[in-house]
């Protein structure tokens, strides 16, 4: 870069020269062509000194600071893409967690709801089972009793007639007597009822 500086800065200035050429005879020393070779040799001296600093001693620290710059933002992209290849695997791993819990939870309630089920369904086979058995003893009761009741009332009705007619009349009166009219009027009362 400093090459092309000075290689363009030389017929630049043999440029300047000539168009200041003309202005030598306004009193200018730099403009006296008496002095523009010693101008020149101190120009080329100057640039070629900066030159040589410039490419020996500034150029390579800057290139070198650089190179040292282009490393470590090679080292920071390398390290950043590392990252986010680790970011990208833990989400994908953190994904996989959720949807196995997912999974999981959906196979424990199925579990939970399958066992609940069960258990009511026994319960209720229980319960159904205990509630037949219920019916059908209160069924029998209810049977017995029908089919018991008319000798008990019978009795009754025999008892309660002969302490009536005893305390009516105050004569005892043979229970084989009432019991052969209570009969018979069950029987009436049965036929009235049946007929009904």
Known sequence: MLRKIFIY???LSFLFIVETYAAESGGMPQLNPKFWISQIFWL???FGFLYIVLSKLILPKISANLEIRKSQILENVEAAEKQRKESEDKIKAYDKIIQDSKIKAKNYYNQVREKILKDINKKK???DKDLNEEINKA???IKD??????EKITKIAIETSNDLIKQL?????N???ISAIVEDLSKRNKREYHGN
């Open 9 to 11: 800065h030389v017929p």
């Open 44 to 46: 080329t001296v100057t």
């Open 125 to 127: 086979e229980s319960l």
């Open 139 to 141: 069924e029998l009761e």
């Open 145 to 150: 009793l029908k089919n018991n009741s008319p």
């Open 169 to 173: 009349i105050g004569v005892e009166v």
């Open 175 to 177: 229970n084989s007597s």
